[in-house]
């Protein structure tokens, strides 16, 4: 079992920057690859940035090339979302996971945190 606990999330102005943070506990020796998704209002879960744990190796949504950093800390256990030049269609849950298909290619759902909220304000 795999534990995840986002933090980090607020309200910030279009332009602003926050920076994403999911801690990671239990069996995280055995993870693959880790996520951020959001899901606004209304809209269906999007998946945002990836790392592969092992080659460090990223990938992002077109929509938040440029903008969006994700990293890993494995000393820490943490993963982050570093997210510059906010705009209000940013404004979203965010959500961490641990080996969700989005980026391990498989059928199982992977590990989820419960989210922290991010508001962009025009």
């Known amino acids: 079992q795999v534990q995840l606990v986002e933090s980090g999330g607020g309200s910030v102005q279009a332009g602003g920057s926050l920076r994403l943070s999911c801690a990671a506990s239990?069996?995280?020796?055995?993870?693959?690859?880790m996520a951020w998704f959001r899901q606004a209002p209304g809209k269906e879960r999007e998946g945002v940035a990836a790392i592969y744990t092992g080659s460090r190796s990223t990938n992002y949504a077109d929509s938040v090339k440029g903008r969006f950093t994700i990293s890993q800390d494995n000393a820490k256990n943490t993963l982050y979302l570093q997210m510059n030049s906010l705009k209000p269609e940013d404004t979203a849950m965010y959500y961490c996971?641990?080996?969700?298909?989005?980026?391990?290619?498989?059928?199982?759902?992977?590990?989820w945190g419960q989210g922290t909220q991010v508001t962009v304000s025009s």
């Open positions: 239990g069996y995280t020796s055995n993870i693959y690859c």
């Open positions: 996971a641990a080996d969700p298909p989005y980026c391990s290619g498989g059928y199982w759902q992977g590990y």
